[in-house]
């Protein structure tokens, strides 16, 4: 039976993630608390809860795979992060270095240890969650400025795959990062985005999580190692058309720029 890690599964995107991975497809999942406790009312005989791993700390990889020592996982998705909205003369210094510590820093030391212990082995797939919002391509005017930290953790992140993709490669192990898609959390509620949910027609967690992991168990492999996509498509990247072009658009996954 094939085993998925999904870091960071206590709600939105990862919670639905482990339940689609273990109910849909009937891997073994392993699945990260920042508490001491798993959410309540969420088990399975195939879900197998690992708490403290708090992502903000340097011990993070290393207590990860020492609860996991003796185990092999095929797929590592990283969904844990942190969003908090900035302007221009008020960016949160504080607020950034979480943002890049969570989005950029903490995959690095996660991924390295899971490899280091032998956990992730030849085969395996390591996803990093990241946004459309990383891409400095589609970055454009009319979007505006501010939310520092958010994009550039996501643009940092993107980097921390690509590199990754270089040491993992000659292992056999592929790296790639995504964007998930725009998404009804209360992340995204937290800091005002819910006025765009339905203009942006952005996605409940369980639909954006099952297309993702379809992605992932189908297309996914070591021949797009090192990439950038957008499995669901462009339809929720509202400056895809004026950036890319309309003809561009498409619905199924896209491989986006950098």
Request: glycine fraction near 10%; charge should be negative; hydrophobic fraction near 40%.
């Amino acid at each position: 039976m094939s085993s998925t890690l999904i870091v960071g599964a206590t709600r939105g995107l990862g919670k639905e993630l482990a339940l689609y991975y273990a109910d849909n497809l009937s891997h073994n999942v392993y699945a990260t608390s920042r508490s001491s406790n798993p959410p309540p009312g969420f088990g399975g005989d195939n879900v197998t809860w690992i708490p403290n791993i708090d992502l903000s700390k340097p011990s993070c990889g290393l207590d990860l795979a020492s609860s996991l020592k003796g185990k092999i996982i095929n797929t590592c998705i990283i969904t844990a992060g942190y969003f908090a909205t900035e302007d221009f003369g008020h960016a949160d210094w504080e607020k950034e270095v979480k943002m890049y510590t969570l989005s950029s820093v903490a995959p690095v030391f996660v991924v390295q240890e899971l490899v280091k212990s032998s956990i992730l082995t030849k085969g395996g797939k390591v996803v990093l969650v990241s946004s459309e919002s990383g891409s400095i391509t589609l970055r454009h005017e009319q979007e505006g400025g501010g939310n520092f930290g958010h994009h550039g953790s996501k643009a940092a992140l993107n980097m921390i795959a690509k590199q990754l993709s270089f040491d993992l490669k000659t292992r056999g192990i592929a790296v790639v990062s995504v964007h998930p898609s725009f998404m009804r959390t209360e992340m995204t509620k937290g800091v005002g985005f819910d006025k765009f949910w339905d203009a942006g027609g952005a996605l409940d967690p369980k639909d954006a999580a099952r297309i993702l992991a379809e992605w992932i168990e189908k297309d996914f492999s070591l021949e797009i190692t090192g990439s950038y996509w957008a499995p669901r498509g462009t339809s929720d990247i509202g400056n895809w058309d004026v950036v890319m072009g309309e003809e561009t658009a498409k619905e199924g996954p896209v491989q986006l720029p950098w």
